[in-house]
């Protein structure tokens, strides 16, 4: 079946470092999304993207962060700058197509650590 | 003010227990959907409903969305230790890209 995939599992980082977080979306999707939980909280929306676009980001996501589609597979989320806030899980999504009825997949998420 | 509250946001019962858990907003949903997640990992979707009254059944999981799309209810017939984990249920009444997600409710099932 196929699947989202993450890497890295766990990233530790020094506050103001720069980390990438790289995600294979399911292949024949076309909707990708960053979503982060802080240790306790609920899974908070972050980001969606769709033909090389940001289609949708919420306040979280700031001047920080950014996303990309390098190439035919990946999708990455970069913080420029970490903050020790920015310690979550970070799971990346995908869909077939837009919202409303479309089911999104996640993948097993990195663990993110801004000491 | 949560978007979507879960209750009860804590169950523990014993094996072969039914159980109810239940998803509320006050705004309308296109679709709501549900998933599992096991501590350090994501969630994993157990249902898409998108039509209003519309009920669907997961093996021992049977998922009801109300009728005016503004809530939903999972219910466990003979709860299993393999039932054990945090279910959330998530929607965007914008019907867009954004899902938001309940707390969750955290099922603890013991033999």
């Known amino acids: 079946e196929p699947e989202v995939t993450q890497t890295p599992s766990h990233q530790v980082t020094q506050m103001g470092q720069e980390v990438i977080l790289r995600c294979v979306p399911i292949s024949n999707h076309l909707y990708f999304y960053w979503y982060r939980q802080i240790l306790g909280q609920k899974v908070e929306f972050l980001v969606s993207f769709y033909n090389n676009e940001i289609s949708e980001k919420s306040e979280i996501f700031d001047d920080q962060f950014s996303v990309e589609r390098p190439d035919g597979s990946n999708f990455t989320l970069k913080i420029r700058s970490t903050k020790l806030e920015d310690s979550a899980m970070y799971f990346c999504?995908?869909?077939?197509?837009?919202?409303?009825?479309?089911?999104?997949?996640f993948g097993p998420g990195t663990r993110l650590l801004v000491l | 003010t949560q978007l979507l509250e879960q209750s009860p946001q804590f169950l523990s019962i014993q094996e072969g227990e039914n159980l109810t858990v239940y998803c509320n907003s006050s705004s309308v949903f296109s679709s709501l959907q549900w998933y599992r997640q096991e501590p350090g990992e994501g969630p994993v979707l157990l249902v898409t409903?998108?039509?209003?009254?519309e009920v669907k059944k997961l093996k021992r999981l049977t998922f009801q969305f109300g009728d005016a799309r503004k809530d939903s209810s999972l219910h466990i017939t003979a709860a299993q230790p393999g039932d054990t984990g945090l279910y959330l249920c998530a929607g965007d009444p914008n019907s867009g890209y954004a899902l938001n997600f309940g707390k969750g409710t955290s099922l603890l099932v013991t033999p």
């Open positions: 999504a995908s869909s077939e197509s837009e919202g409303g009825a479309e089911t999104q997949y």
């Open positions: 409903v998108v039509t209003g009254g």
